[in-house]
Every structure is written in C-alpha cells, then in structure tokens.
C-alpha cells in the first residue's frame, strides 16, 4: 500500500540548517508532483512547497522563500526538503504529501517534528 | 497572493445534524478548492477536490460545492468520528494556501 514517511527533525539552533526527508512506496513516485506542508504546535496548516514529478519545477511559499529548498531523487523514491536560516517560526510537525492530478495533496505522511530553539 | 477566508472558525452540532462550512477566496480561484480533515495528533486526510468531486473511501455525507471565490463543505447527518478541524486549499495559483480552519466539535 501507498506510505509515506518523513525523517529527519529534529531540534535545531536558530540560523542553522536541516534536511527532511520523505521516502515513498507503494506507487510510481516519478508520476506525481509532492508537496511539503507544515503545522505550528496548536496552529493551522501552512503549505510549503511544492515540486513537480520530473523536478523541473518547484513552488515555494512566501515565509520560505531563499531559505528551503525541495528536491526530489526519483531513482531512489525520495522527496527532501533542505531548510536554512532556521527560525524559531518554523518550529512545526512537516509533512510530505503526494499530488492527486491537479497538485491536491491526496496522500499525507505522518510528520517529522522540527523544532528551532536555542 | 490567494488568501482563503473559513466561516465559522468553530462550530458545535448533535449527532444526525447536518452543517456547512464556507471557505472565501480572496479573488477567483475557479474550481481549484480542496477540503480536508485533520483529528488530533494525525496527519490530514482529503475530503473533496476540484471544488466537489468526492475522494474515494470518503462517506457520501459529505459534499462540495462552488466555484469562483466562494465553496461550502456540507456533513450530513453528523456521526461521532467528524469531530475534527477542517480545512480548505486553494491549487489555483502558488503559493497554494489554506484556510485558517473550522474546528467541529460534536455534541
């Protein structure tokens, strides 16, 4: 069956970096665009980012915009999300999400908790 | 960029009941609106898409409508399990926000 699991988190001093990562299985990771979404402890969803299935493009959202970076490797099943100049606002669970045709994440992971403090 | 306005922000009903939730686009979206569930402690799970079409396994309680800049969700006949918070995504146009969410309490 289709899975999803992030990796990753972790606590991180501010200004520093980390990289998530999300490993697919369970159906052809290379046909579909994945997304990363946030949630701050006690907050809403945030979307993230969003990379298109041969990674030739990627969308980000304003708050990480020049800071993260989304990747993918499609020879190995895995979505990554490179996160520098942390801050503590970004402290949240990530979740990594595959596309239903139209970009609607269909598919969620269960998260990876980053948490940015001193 | 597309902000995404949900009414109520939180909402109590009994079971049986039947409850909307409006989600507002900041400008024309066309149909491009998802809806999705989200309980305590677990990851998000999708409702409805492209505005209406129901995602598979999902109950046929629950229904879409809408388009252009304003969307409701629909849960008829309210059973335990829809308490939750919901939420509404805009796929229009990046950056693909959401909604601030509708928390569901059930009675």
């Known amino acids: 069956q289709m899975q999803l699991v992030e990796s990753g988190g972790g606590v991180v001093q501010p200004g520093g970096s980390l990289r998530l990562s999300c490993a697919a299985s369970g159906f052809t990771f290379s046909n579909y665009a994945m997304h990363w979404v946030r949630q701050a402890p006690g907050k809403g969803l945030e979307w993230v980012a969003l990379?298109?299935?041969?990674?030739?493009?990627?969308y980000y959202g304003d708050s990480v915009k020049g800071r993260f970076t989304i990747s993918r490797d499609n020879s190995e099943n895995t979505l990554y999300l490179q996160m520098n100049s942390l801050r503590p606002e970004d402290t949240a669970v990530y979740y990594c999400a595959k596309e239903r045709r139209g970009y609607y994440p269909e598919y969620w992971g269960q998260g990876t908790l980053v948490t940015v403090s001193s | 960029d597309i902000q995404l306005t949900q009414s109520p922000s939180f909402l109590s009903a009994s079971v049986g009941d039947s409850v909307t939730i409006t989600c507002r686009a900041s400008q024309g979206i066309s149909s491009s609106l998802a809806w999705c569930q989200q309980k305590p402690g677990k990851a998000p799970n999708l409702l409805i898409y492209?505005?209406?079409t129901l995602q598979s396994g999902v109950p046929s309680r629950f229904s879409g409508s809408g388009s252009g800049t304003e969307f409701t969700l629909t849960i008829r006949s309210l059973q335990p399990e829809d308490s939750a918070t919901y939420y509404c995504q805009q796929l229009n146009t990046s950056p693909y926000t959401f909604g601030q969410g509708t928390k569901l309490e059930i009675k």
């Open positions: 492209a505005a209406y």
């Open positions: 990379i298109l299935y041969d990674g030739s493009s990627e």
